[in-house]
């Protein structure tokens, strides 16, 4: 630059400054705090906008008025603009803003001025105004006056609700709607499954399912608040919630597994293809069909497919069903999303985009072989289609990164997937940052989408698994990180992520909250482990259920359901009071870790009753949180009752035994509390004629919630049954 041009330039830059009246700042000032960090702040003089300011709205061009938040809607309409108005303008273009999702707001002392070239950036706009109205109100101080520029960098940013073992009351999703429009979050993948009352294929939706109807009405208030409800309908695997009617049978591909249909039989398409016309009918408008496809497996079997998998391979006749249902979507409106694990396990580079164990030159050597095979097989990858790369880890394995590559140069679309539960845990998560490759929790979120950003990916899927079928309120926290990251990935540390989280869920603030989770999670993992002579209840082989084995990772074993198997040798044994002190010294650790949760117990308990007390919203989620707590927290005292009776003073060994009776009896109570949080807003029983769908998964295994205390219900039996003894 020469040195005029700079003069002239630092003049422009001057008159500029003079001319907005203020300073270019990163941030708002503390405590006003807006979730997603918006991209660009600048504050002007002025004293700042007084809470209550605000009487009427003024609307600038050819739209209809914003679904708006409680402080904003109470406004009236107003055509002339003047003091304590609110102005949204509607504009053909705004310099800096290149998607309809992008607003402008300038906050005066008087008035408040958003504008947008579509009606999801004025959305956005009050969005975030009503944040800061929120905090204006809370802190009983002035919005300061400011002009805020902002837009998303992922332009799909979604969520996952899967139906799969649970249905959560019709209120509760429209309320997840409002609480997620907050946080600009613009789609949610609904995963049906049975939860879903199927016309067109009407065995297939559970008795309690919600009607077409209802879903279209709750697509239609969604699409109000600029999200899109994509419907996921799995289809050739994860198909046990259909083909677990004996009336499909015959479209299974071996007769008696019921995880994976036939690719080659026309019935397969006939039962898929009327389920996708009933979740079109569903969310009228959406842009995606959500198709599944992940974990097959066990395909490639019967008499139709073998010859074709034998002579032309396995990824062939996966990519055959993907055509199918690909043009399917094609002729019917929509974009399917397809997830790719399948394709990459096929071309022999799948571990290499999860495993932390590959190193980059096996990442490599796997990509540099597989790479061939999966162009080979190109012109068989649809193009309509959105390959969706999933990984619930830290995104930097380096086949991780090599599979986008490999969709960005052969001109396919990808977008990613990340999990806000990656352990699928029903208690606290975990939440490890300093882990490296190996970290857990929102770290993971967060890294899979700096990821997606760098590569200019333009969508994200936080996903929710229903596997172990935790609380909802257990996934917000991944949900709204989600949300920040995708429209702002490097706008806040993860320090700041949890003071904004705490402040706009609950308008409390709470120091070092990452430690106090840690040590309720300490104690959920000490939950987990507890009863078990190995590993914890997370184990798949600890499943207690004789269950017919047809995981799509192991070869199928005709007959594995048949086996009787006595659960309790699992379990650990209970004190020998012919050998008093025995017991103590094997379970000395399970002993000591008991120790330490008693002894925080009255501490964490107070800070989580405080957190509820304190809290201006969102109370229902201590409530949940107290009650997860206060169950976990029986286990701890019945293993150290149970200490207190493996003793040889018989008088010590009386008490103890009475301690275990008011421990089991603080479990049940716990338990029961419990079901009562869990059933404000979940259906926690089924009808009687529901055709249970049992497989690996611990929620498939009862059909109420008590497939989350399995291994405490036959532990209590072990000991009624000891107790007689005594
Ligand atoms: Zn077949």
Redesign the pocket.
């Known amino acids: 630059m020469k040195k005029g041009n700079y003069f002239s330039f630092s003049i422009c830059l001057l008159i500029l400054l003079i001319s907005s009246g203020g300073l270019i700042a990163q941030k708002l000032p503390a405590p006003f705090m807006i979730l997603p960090q918006p991209q660009n702040v600048t504050m002007l003089n002025g004293p700042g906008l007084e809470p209550g300011m605000l009487q009427h709205l003024v609307l600038k061009g050819d739209f209809l008025c914003p679904v708006m938040g409680d402080l904003l809607s109470g406004l009236s309409l107003e055509k002339e603009t003047g003091k304590g108005t609110l102005i949204l303008l509607l504009e053909k273009t705004i310099p800096g803003l290149n998607t309809e999702e992008g607003y402008t707001m300038t906050i005066y002392s008087d008035s408040v001025e958003v504008a947008s070239t579509g009606e999801a950036g004025l959305f956005y706009g009050c969005q975030s105004l009503e944040q800061l109205l929120e905090d204006a109100r809370d802190f009983n101080k002035p919005v300061p006056s400011c002009k805020i520029t902002d837009y998303p960098v992922l332009s799909y940013r979604a969520v996952h609700f899967d139906l799969k073992h649970h249905l959560d009351h019709m209120n509760y999703y429209y309320e997840s709607i409002d609480r997620l429009a907050r946080y600009k979050i613009n789609a949610v993948v609904l995963e049906f499954e049975d939860k879903l009352r199927y016309r067109r294929q009407p065995l297939v939706g559970a008795p309690q399912s919600i009607s077409i109807d209802e879903m279209a009405a709750l697509t239609r208030y969604a699409r109000e608040r600029h999200i899109e409800i994509t419907p996921l309908v799995q289809g050739l695997g994860h198909a046990t919630f259909i083909l677990k009617h004996e009336e499909y049978a015959g479209l299974r591909?071996l007769s008696w597994n019921k995880w994976a249909f036939?690719?080659?039989?026309e019935g397969t398409y006939q039962v898929l293809f009327d389920m996708y016309r009933d979740a079109i009918d569903a969310t009228p408008g959406s842009k995606y069909l959500h198709i599944g496809g992940d974990e097959i497996g066990n395909?490639g079997?019967?008499p139709?497919?073998k010859p074709m998998a034998d002579k032309e391979g396995m990824l062939s006749l996966s990519l055959y069903w993907l055509k199918r249902v690909c043009e399917f979507a094609k002729e019917n409106g929509r974009i399917p999303i397809f997830w790719d694990d399948m394709p990459l396990k096929q071309g022999g580079v799948y571990e290499s985009t999860w495993s932390d164990e590959v190193t980059s030159t096996a990442a490599a050597k796997a990509w540099e072989e597989g790479i061939p095979k999966l162009d080979n097989l190109l012109a068989d990858f649809p193009k309509n289609c959105v390959y969706m790369r999933w990984n619930y880890s830290m995104a930097s394995q380096p086949g991780n990164i090599l599979a986008l590559d490999w969709y960005k140069s052969h001109g396919l679309m990808a977008m990613i997937a990340t999990a806000t539960n990656t352990e699928g845990g029903m208690l606290f998560q975990a939440d490890e940052r300093d882990k490296g490759i190996a970290s857990t929790g929102i770290v993971t979120i967060r890294s899979f989408i700096q990821l997606a950003a760098k590569k200019k990916i333009p969508g994200m899927l936080c996903t929710a698994w229903d596997d172990k079928s935790p609380h909802m309120e257990n996934y917000w926290r991944g949900f709204i990180a989600a949300a920040e990251f995708s429209w702002n990935p490097d706008g806040r540390t993860l320090e700041e992520y949890d003071n904004v989280w705490l402040q706009r869920e609950f308008g409390i603030s709470f120091p070092d909250y990452f430690s106090f989770n840690n040590q309720l999670r300490r104690g959920s993992v000490l939950w987990y482990e507890a009863l078990f002579r190995h590993g914890s209840q997370m184990d798949e082989e600890n499943a207690l259920q004789s269950l017919p084995q047809i995981e799509h990772w192991l070869p199928p074993v005709e007959g594995r359901e048949k086996i009787q198997f006595d659960y309790t040798s699992k379990l650990i044994e209970l004190p020998d009071l012919n050998s008093p002190g025995t017991w103590s010294k094997k379970y000395k650790d399970l002993i000591d870790r008991s120790l330490i949760e008693k002894n925080s117990y009255k501490e964490l308990s107070d800070r989580l009753i405080e957190l509820y007390n304190k809290s201006r919203r969102n109370r229902y989620y201590w409530s949940l949180s107290i009650a997860l707590y206060n169950l976990q927290s029986t286990i701890p005292d019945l293993l150290l009752a149970l200490k207190e009776s493996d003793s040889p003073d018989k008088i010590q060994q009386y008490a103890g035994l009475e301690d275990v009776k008011k421990a089991i009896k603080n479990f049940q109570e716990a338990w029961k509390e419990l079901e009562n949080v869990y059933g404000q807003t979940r259906f926690i029983s089924y009808t009687p004629n529901y055709v249970p769908d049992r497989y690996f998964h611990l929620a498939s295994q009862r059909e109420d919630l008590t497939w989350m205390i399995q291994p405490e219900q036959l532990f209590l039996g072990m000991i009624e049954k000891w107790l007689k003894t005594r």
């Not at 036939?262 to 039989?265: G, I, R």
């Open positions: 591909e036939c690719p080659l039989n395909i079997l019967c139709r497919c």
